[in-house]
């Protein structure tokens, strides 16, 4: 058994491995719902629902939240967060997308799957709404409440009607009869009333109950045809009514372990016509049990004492029961796996029928008892007694008409004695034996794979060639026969296959895949070398009819050849029509039991005694016409004096003209997958299905130009009709014009007459006008002064706020020009320290690998630093400006390794500082006449250091080699000439001539070492750079001063421009 957590998630698959239910318990899957929250929760199913396919349910727990489950293509949704508890639910049967909530506010809201929005909200009841029955239109639906009922129109979402009931009777339940006009209403008090749904009027009442059951009906069940009700309560007993004679028929007392029934459902059947025959009974003990209503077995039970079912549902096609469970989750069960065990054979067909007693047989004496125990006898019937039948729970028993189950329990030679002993099967197992005689593999998923092709393109227009008045019907042969198309290519040209299909078309019209699966084993074995001289008929098989026929009635087949009558008029349509023409419909089914027993030649000999038995009226016919009309229509023939007749053919045709030795024995199909049917001639095939297409360019080409010629002739009539306007618009404008000119002269003369009185008017307002402009411009000129004034006192404001402006401006950059250069100064300096932070982080990779090696350096930095003490700022100068340039002399040498770098480098910081020491050493005893010897050394130093940059690989193994010597030569040389200074410091003019000896011998030890005398160099070149920037430094300080001065002076002429300006103005 699997099991889902549909958890947090809107969506996902309902089973992540192909289910495969267990005959124990036939459990798919199971659902539960549970929140992921800092205290998880499990969330209870409350109801469900399933759509009127039976694939889809539909499913609410307490907190709102409804999920919509697809079986077939096992996904599960959340189409609606209602956040209050379902009471109900349903789906709408007209419009496949919506459904109908009840909730705890006694509302009824109607939603859509796909938009997952509201459609209509309903509202009327005043208490919880717990049930919800739709009309098999989908356009009514009722809705249930313990006070009332109130009847919906679903296309305008409002109320029709609303039954009121007393007070001291409250409602049990009211729903509609399937497939019925008929609404039915069930009272506290056991009344049940039947009313019309269009005009309400009570059609009829349910008679009360005997006496002798005490019984409350609560819980109800109708068969899918409407004709038996079952009720149940607080009791082990079951009511049966059959509403058509308005009687209670039966009584069914299940186990003593049945205290209460809490539910009751029917489980539907392909084979029953509706006339369903187990119903599902849930008890109080979370048992649900499958009971046959007429052997009153029990056959299957889902549930127990440890998970029981608080209510379930079973699909209207009668495959999947779902049952919400007492612990709230959810479980799908297949109906298929729970009666696999016991779907055997039918019981005996035999039954013996008894006389009734003279006394009519009551309500109280039609009492069957189910229970555990072995079986008995019916009673006697007596007066006072009932009739009690005492059964055992038989699981290995019958589970009749299972649609998609086969039997492997029947015997065709002991179907084959009971067909000959009765003459045809029964009609309530007919399709069942059918089913089994032809080994039906019932493939659904080759099948559903063959419909979602579509409808074929040769079967487009079938309703104008066989117009069929239900609608459902044409839809139903459409697709069977779309399916043999796509299943076999020679079928889209069978001019005569929608014939031959059409009578199982009719009879499993409600069971697609049945059809299918019978037409294709009829074509396989029946139909065998029927298509080899297509598209002509089977002259073959047609041949061995006259052969047959030749044999056993030589004089009727002489008849057909003198009057021109071939076994193309006397057998062909026959067979094209599989006597569908000519037969009735019981007449049919009795032929086709005994085609579907026999050998597949059974049906040719079937041609052949039709016309055997027909010899009277067919020796009388002279004409071809009659011939004709004998074959199409039916005929005054006895159809079991004809099967005899086949069964005599049977048996007296020699072996060498019998159609059995021709034609192969029956062929079932292939399980899984359905066979590859290709006997019939492809080149002709392929060549008409050429010719056809090229038939439809050609047709399409022809419907294009016509398209186009009248579309042009629809543009000339436009036109014809926009000119004969126009030419009437024109006609009405010349007739307008004409009036308006008369209109004009008119109004010309009126005009003459106003312009008079105008004339007279301007003088006199003229002489006005001028008194009045004389009065305007004293009065302007006035006020042109007063302006004027003003206009000079404004000006004065407005120097005196410019001058003071000005100066506030002077004021201002004075101060902006005191903090530009603050900022310079602090900018410099920042460039100075952000300088010194670049050097630092670019020494920093190459000082963490050379930490070891610095350790044994320190001891040589802290002797320098006490010989530098006299003067150490200009000497750290000097250090960093010989960095500097040994940094940009050495930018060439980067192409090479990191590493080789990297101890290149320290191999240069050993140089650098014995070339700064012996520097030191040198500016301390050297006078100033050394000083430009030192600068032609450092020019000749930069020069051969950029040789050594080309000869890095060679250098760098020399100063390997070097550098322990040149460690242990500088420790002396530091020793030495730091007590050197010491005695310099006591006694400069004693130790001057020894100093110079020693400064000769220290040069000569260190002559092998070019490296150091080039440090020393670049010492007295970093020197030389530091003094060039210091001199930059202040360069740039002059210029920055002398911008300064001139911004100065340019604000200054510009104030003194605006101060001028207004001077100029008032001028």
């Not at 009824?108 to 009327?124: P, Q």
């Not at 492997?408 to 099967?425: A, S, T, V, W």
């Amino acid at each position: 058994m699997q099991s889902t957590d549909l958890g947090n998630k809107d969506s996902g698959k309902i089973w992540h491995r192909k289910p495969t239910p267990a005959t124990r318990d036939g459990i798919i899957v199971n659902i539960i719902h549970s929140t992921s929250d800092y205290l998880p929760k499990v969330l209870r199913f409350l109801n469900v629902a399933f759509d009127s396919s039976g694939d889809r349910l539909m499913a609410g727990d307490h907190q709102g939240n409804i999920y919509v489950f697809d079986l077939c293509g096992n996904r599960f949704n959340l189409v609606q967060r209602a956040a209050q508890a379902c009471t109900a639910l349903a789906f709408n049967l007209r419009r496949k997308s919506e459904f109908l909530v009840a909730l705890a506010d006694y509302s009824i809201k109607c939603f859509d799957t796909v938009t997952k929005e509201l459609v209509s909200w309903m509202r009327g009841h005043e208490s919880s709404v717990f049930s919800i029955s739709v009309h098999a239109s989908g356009r009514y639906a009722i809705t249930t409440s313990s006070d009332t009922a109130q009847l919906w129109d679903l296309d305008t979402f409002q109320r029709k009607r609303k039954l009121n009931i007393r007070q001291s009777v409250d409602i049990q339940k009211v729903f509609f009869l399937p497939l019925s006009n008929t609404i039915l209403s069930c009272f506290k008090d056991n009344s049940i009333f039947a009313w019309e749904c269009d005009t309400l009027f009570c059609k009829y009442q349910l008679p009360a109950p005997p006496e002798s059951s005490s019984m409350l009906y609560k819980v109800f069940a109708v068969t899918r045809d409407g004709r038996i009700l079952a009720a149940g309560g607080k009791s082990n007993h079951l009511h049966l009514w059959c509403l058509e004679a308005k009687q209670l028929f039966r009584i069914i007392q299940m186990p003593t372990k049945v205290r209460a029934i809490r539910h009751l459902e029917f489980l539907p059947d392909s084979f029953d016509a509706g006339s369903n025959q187990v119903l599902g009974v849930l008890s109080q003990d979370g048992i649900m049990r499958f009971v046959n209503i007429q052997t009153c077995k029990l056959l299957f039970e889902i549930g127990g004492l440890d998970e029981g079912i608080s209510s379930s549902v079973i699909s209207p096609h009668g495959r999947y029961i779902a049952s919400i469970m007492e612990n709230g989750s959810l479980n799908i069960y297949s109906v298929q796996a729970l009666t696999r065990e016991i779907n055997k054979p039918p019981p005996p067909l035999v039954k013996v029928i008894e006389d009734l007693p003279k006394s009519k047989l009551s309500s109280s004496n039609l009492k069957v008892k189910v229970m555990s125990g072995r079986v008995q006898r019916p009673a006697k019937l007596r007066e006072s007694k009932t009739q009690t039948r005492i059964l055992k729970q038989d699981l290995t028993d019958n589970f009749e008409n299972k649609e998609n189950e086969l039997s492997d329990g029947l015997n065709k030679k002991r179907l084959q004695i009971l067909l000959k002993g009765y003459g045809e099967y029964p009609t309530k197992y007919r399709m069942f034996i059918w089913r089994s005689l032809l080994q039906l593999p019932e493939n659904h998923t080759a099948f559903s794979s063959l419909i979602d092709k579509g409808i074929h393109v040769a079967f487009v227009n079938l309703q104008e060639k066989y117009p069929i008045k239900s609608r459902k019907l044409l839809r139903v042969l459409q697709r069977t026969l779309s399916s043999l198309a796509h299943w076999s290519a020679i079928f889209s040209d069978t001019p005569y296959l929608p014939l031959l299909a059409f009578p199982f078309v009719k009879l499993f019209q409600n069971n697609q895949l049945i059809c299918f699966e019978v037409v294709a084993t009829l074509v396989i074995n029946w139909c065998q070398h029927w298509f080899e001289y297509f598209p002509n008929p089977p002259i073959n098989i047609l041949t061995m009819i006259e052969n047959v026929l030749a044999f056993h009635d030589k004089q009727l087949l002489q008849h057909f050849m003198n009057h021109d009558i071939t076994s193309q008029l006397y057998a062909w349509p026959l067979l094209e029509t599989v006597f569908s023409e000519v037969l009735t419909r019981e007449e049919w089914l009795k032929l086709f039991d005994n085609v579907f027993s026999n050998h597949p030649s059974f049906l040719l000999m079937t041609v052949v005694a039709y016309n055997t038995c027909s010899r009277a009226p067919l020796l009388n016919c002279n004409l071809k016409a009659d011939f004709e009309y004998f074959f199409h229509h039916r005929n005054n023939l006895d159809i079991n004096v004809v099967i005899r007749e086949v069964y005599h053919l049977m048996d007296t045709t020699p072996t060498d003209i019998h159609p059995e030795g021709m034609l192969g024995v029956f062929v079932a199909l292939t399980k899984g997958q359905y066979p590859v049917f290709n006997q019939y001639p492809k080149f002709i095939v392929d060549y008409q299905t050429q010719e056809r297409e090229r038939i439809r360019k050609d047709e399409l080409d022809y419907l294009r130009e016509r398209q186009t010629v009248e579309d042009m002739q629809a543009e000339v009539d436009q036109q014809k009709v926009e000119d004969d306007a126009w030419y009437q618009k024109q006609e009405l404008l010349r007739k307008a014009e004409e009036t308006r000119r008369e209109m004009l002269l008119q109004e010309e003369e009126k005009i003459v007459q106003q312009r008079q009185r105008l004339a007279a008017m301007k003088r006199e307002l003229k002489r006005k006008e001028m008194h009045l402009q004389d009065a305007a411009r004293r009065r302007f000129l006035k006020h042109q002064q007063n302006q004027r004034e003003m206009e000079l006192r404004r000006l004065d404001d407005e120097i005196e706020r410019k001058v003071y402006m000005r100066d506030q401006e002077i004021a201002t950059t004075a101060k902006d020009l005191e903090m530009r250069q603050l900022e310079l100064e602090s900018q410099k300096r920042h460039y100075e320290k952000q300088y010194s932070r670049n050097q630092e982080a670019a020494t920093k990779e190459i000082r963490e690998d050379a930490d070891a090696y610095r350790q044994k350096v320190n001891l040589e930095e802290h002797m320098f630093h006490k010989l530098i003490e006299t003067d150490q700022s200009q000497s750290l100068k000097t250090q960093k400006l010989i960095e500097e340039n040994l940094a940009n002399a050495e930018q060439a040498c980067i192409d090479a390794d990191w590493r080789i770098q990297a101890l290149h480098k320290q191999r240069c910081d050993d140089q650098q500082r014995n070339e700064c020491y012996q520097e030191v050493a040198k500016l301390l005893r050297e006078n100033r006449r050394k000083e430009v010897e030192v600068l032609n050394a450092m020019m000749r130093a930069e020069a051969k250091k950029w040789g050594e940059a080309e000869e890095k690989k060679f250098h760098l193994t020399s100063e390997k080699r070097a550098s322990t010597l040149s460690d242990a030569s500088r420790k002396g040389f530091l020793e030495q000439e730091l007590s050197d200074a010491f005695e310099h410091a006591k006694n400069p003019l004693k130790q001057e001539a020894p100093r110079l000896q020693h400064e000769h011998v220290s040069s000569s030890c260190l002559t092998g070492t070019s490296q150091l005398s080039d440090v020393s160099k670049m010492d007295s070149s970093s020197q030389v750079s530091l003094n060039r920037r210091k001199l930059e430094w202040d360069t740039t300080g002059q210029d920055l001063m002398e911008k300064v001065r001139n911004l100065r002076q340019r604000l200054t002429a510009q104030a003194r421009n605006r101060c001028q300006t207004p001077h100029l103005l008032a001028t």
